[in-house]
Structure formats: C-alpha cells, structure tokens
C-alpha cells in the first residue's frame, strides 16, 4: 500500500486501510468471517504465541484477535489521528473500559473530568471502584490547576472534550502537558469531534476513543468502538482488550470502513447544520442558553477554536422553566427529532438530558429542563420547523 500520509484529511479518508494490489484489484478490503487461523508449520505456530505473548501482534492467530479486515480499520483510523496503532472493539464503553483497566491496579488514583458519558462514569464507579481504584472527578474548565488534584498514586486522567450533556470544552494541552511530566496516563474519548475535528495524541493524549457506532460509521446500524494508542500506550491496551475478551465482529467493522470514507463531508454538513439550528434556537423565547462549543459566545469557544478544526452536530439547550407537560407535549410528537439513544447517524434526535444526576465536582443549576440534539443530515429548514411546531406545542399544553 503507498504512502498517503502527505496527502490532506479528506484525501486519506478516502484510501486509507485499502489495498486494492493485494486484494485482486478490489477497490474495497474484502470481510474476513473468521475464528480459526491455519498455520503452515508447527514452527509458524510457535512465532505466532511469542509474538502474542510479547505483545507485538504480529501476524493472526484467532478471530477474537483480530483479521486482515481488523487490521485495514485498524490502521485507517490509526492514520487519521495521527497514532501508532489502534485497538478494535464491540463498542465504545469497551473501548473505554479496556483502555482504563489497562492502566489501572487496586490502589491506583483516577481523575476523571465531571462532565463524561454516562456510562463510563458507571463503569468507574459500579466496577473500578469494587476493585480497589480510588476515584475522584474534577471540573471541565480546570486547566492547570488539574496539578493540585494529583496525588502520588494517580496513574490515569480521563478527559472528554467538549462533555456528553453540558459540552463543556476542556484545556486538553495544558492537562497533558502536566501528565506527561508525571508519567501519568492520558485517556480522552473523541466521539464527539472524530478524528475529522480534533486529534486528541497530537495534543499530548496517550489514548484517543472513538465509540466508531457513532460519526466514524455515521448510519445507526452497528456497535463498534476503537482506541487510537502511542506506541507506549498500544500494547497494554492490546493485551487487556484481548484477554478481556472484547472484539468487534467483521460485518460491523467493515460497515464502519465504508462509514470512514465520507466522514469528513458528512461531518462539515452535521456543524453547518448544527450552527445554523444552535444560532436559531438563541433567539427562542422558550430558550435559556444553548449549549454549543462552535457559537461564539459559549463558555468554550475560544479553546474549541484554537485546537478543533470542526464541529459536530451534537449539541445541548436548556429550557426556561416550563412543566414537564410542556415539555413532554414538546418532545413527543417531532416528525424528524425522534427521540432516542446515541447519535453520530444521518438522522436527527432528541432526547431529554438530566446533568444534576452526574455531577459531583460542579454543581448543575438550570432554570428549566435540559435536552440533547443531534443534527442530522436533514435539510436544516425541515429541522427548524419541526422544533417550531415542537415550541407550539409546549405553549399549548
């Protein structure tokens, strides 16, 4: 396969993990269905355990592995943040969770930024936390003052940037930049800007995820997640993933490949989209702020504009105060914000948001509810329509 490292973002989207000169001419990597590896030789065999037993993942030894359909995503998203190798898996939270058992024994420290998914703050606290890690959150807009927050025995610093419901931007240099010079562990999960708006390694991460389920495949049709590692990083990743037990299956990595190539227009058509809808909503009665790293006067423009080249079409808005008949009668009946989990797809949602439930470092107070967006694909005018006959009908109940 040639070299297209030289060639701009857009471009290696395109042709990044294909060989169509190994692969009959085939424009696109062909699916490996696979749980047995044959070998040639007992010799063969043999190099293939030292190589997993090292770590260096080498050749193939079983599906749970990986394949050459592993290993062509693999090295696609590799390439486009920037990495040293990738690790693939069922799905974003493994992503998340194999990267931080990795790095983590009872006794350790994690600091973890108050603002992150869901999920991952459930895992740390239902399962890290019953294994001996010690836990404890700081606030999103910190910055340097992480310093005073870490103790002798932290081993890992979990960063989201911009956070999952209040899209708060992080300072994410200057955090690694402090970690780095203490041997401590980055991790940064970068579903929100993909490898097309942000690149978390080139910023001092030693970890990047991407929940790939969301804007890296881009049609709401399969599970998968990916952690982009240093060459430090790779191989503990590697060998927890592994022997954790987690894997992505074949049909789904290879959709996410076909997902990857027009990831970089979808994604300036999901901000363009996005902007225009988040601008729209500030001039709504109905609106007490909208939550939106890419407007310029959110909290987080300036650090968003210095190190993100884009934006996504996920964003947050809270609701001057109504009840929670209006807002239900608001949210219940959209033709194209259907409500429901997830997001990163073609298609528009909406789903009401509860920040008060996971914050522990910063209070949240808003003066009404709280829902999330994603803008989809759609044309922008149908969306705004549909959130107006949506506002109609809060006023109405």
Sequence with gaps: ????????????????????????????????????????????????????????????????????????????????????????????????????????????????????????????????????????????????????????????????????????ITDVPAITKICRARGITTIMDNTWGSPACFKPLAHGVDVSINAATKYISGHSDLMLGIAVCTEEAFIPVKKTASGSGYCGGPDDIYMAMRGLRTLPLRMKRHQESALAIATWLQGRPEVHRVMYPALPDDPGHALWKRDFTGASGLFGVVLNACTDAQFAAMLDHMDLFRLGYSWGGYESLAVPTYPSDLRSAVSWEAPGPSLRLHVGLEDPADLIADLERGFARLAAA
């Design 1 to 168: 396969m040639k070299d297209i490292s030289q060639f701009s973002f857009d471009t290696q989207a395109l042709h990044a993990g294909r060989d169509p000169d190994n692969n009959h001419g085939v424009v696109n990597p062909p699916v490996y269905h696979c749980s047995t590896v044959i070998f040639q030789s007992v010799e063969e065999l043999l190099e293939t355990r030292r190589d997993r037993a090292s770590g260096a993942y080498v050749g193939f030894t079983y599906g749970r592995e990986g394949t050459a359909t592993t290993r062509a995503f693999e090295d696609a998203v590799t390439l486009l943040e920037g990495g040293y190798r990738a690790v693939v898996t069922s799905c974003g939270l493994g992503a998340i969770a194999a990267s931080l058992t990795a790095f983590l024994s009872a006794g350790d420290h994690l600091l973890i930024v108050d603002s992150l998914y869901g999920p991952a703050r459930a895992f740390c606290e239902d399962f890290l936390r019953k294994f001996g890690v010690d836990i404890s959150y700081y606030p999103p807009s910190i910055g340097t003052g992480i310093e005073a927050l870490i103790r002798d025995t932290t081993r890992v610093v979990y960063l989201e940037s911009p956070g999952s419901l209040t899209f708060e």
